[in-house]
């Protein structure tokens, strides 16, 4: 039920802003986003972003040292009831030894996500390139490991780094959402988890955990992007088919 937006700026973007104004300002480009796919939605309050239906996300922000913002935003929107709000095929194939999802629906969800992904990056790339100063060469936000790793961490790091996110990140999907978890805390759970996961791994791999994420902006930057992509359409789902084997083994069970 969750979909997340993170954006990872210079602290000189933001300074002599107070954190209100740039919450305002940061949020901007969500509401251009969501725009873009038909909703409408406006800033509320320090850091909620509303249609006139609901409140749709609440954004969190972190300045770290040496000058770099992490503001990250999670939207709960209503799609649980339709499809399950998967969003991503690691989180799909996770589901299937978990005993959540039926193998028959893998292939149409996959493909949806897929689409999506591509489609999501799409938007992103022609609002940033009302951007003058805009370049694909800075990355585009896609993934890789070594010189195109924001960190410049290695290929193994990197591997590491997806394969234990996206496990942690399906357990905690697959907790939340059991029948004995609190009811209606799950897209929380999930949020707060995934935001936690971007705080850690932004730095090492730009942070995948969903192949139909790195796919979308793999495609527009090309190149090398393309070239190690592989790493982040096989390692997260390894990572989420552990975590649903070891829920399928009842190790979240009493």
């Known amino acids: 039920n969750c979909i997340t937006f993170s954006l990872v700026v210079p602290q000189s973007l933001v300074d002599g802003m107070s954190y209100e104004a740039s919450y305002a300002f940061l949020d901007e480009w ?8 038909g909703v409408d939605a406006h800033y509320a309050g320090l850091n909620d972003i509303a249609s006139a239906a609901c409140k749709l996300a609440v954004a969190a922000q972190k300045r770290f040292v040496g000058g770099v913002v992490l503001h990250h935003v999670t939207m709960a929107y209503a799609i649980g009831p339709i499809s399950g709000g998967h969003l991503t095929p690691a989180v799909t194939l996770g589901l299937l030894p ?13 493909a949806a996500q897929v689409v999506g992904g591509i489609v999501g990056a799409g938007v992103l790339f022609v609002i940033a390139n009302g951007n003058p100063g805009f370049n694909l060469t800075n ?12 960190g410049h961490y ?19 999907i697959l907790g939340a959402t059991h ?11 999930i949020g707060l988890c995934l935001t936690l996961i971007h705080l850690i791994s932004i730095p090492v791999t730009n942070i995948s ?3 139909a994420r790195s796919i979308g902006p793999a495609l527009f930057v090309g190149g090398k992007a393309i070239e190690q992509l592989w790493l982040f359409i096989v390692i997260p789902p390894i990572g989420a088919l552990l975590a649903g084997l070891l829920f399928r083994a009842k190790l979240l069970e009493d």
């Not at 978990?98 to 996959?110: E, N, S």
């Not at 780094?161 to 357990?171: G, I």
């Not at 029948?179 to 759970?189: D, F, H, L, T, Y």
């Open 30 to 37: 969500v509401l251009t986003a969501l725009g873009e796919v």
């Open 98 to 110: 978990g005993g959540r999802f039926p193998a028959r629906d893998l292939l149409p969800y996959v």
């Open 139 to 150: 990355g585009f936000a896609a993934n890789g490991y070594g010189e195109h790793s924001p």
């Open 154 to 172: 290695s290929l193994l790091a990197g591997l590491i780094s997806e394969v234990v996110m996206t496990f942690f990140f399906l357990f905690v």
């Open 179 to 189: 029948g004995k978890a609190p009811a209606g805390g799950a897209p929380i759970a």
């Open 209 to 211: 955990v969903n192949p």
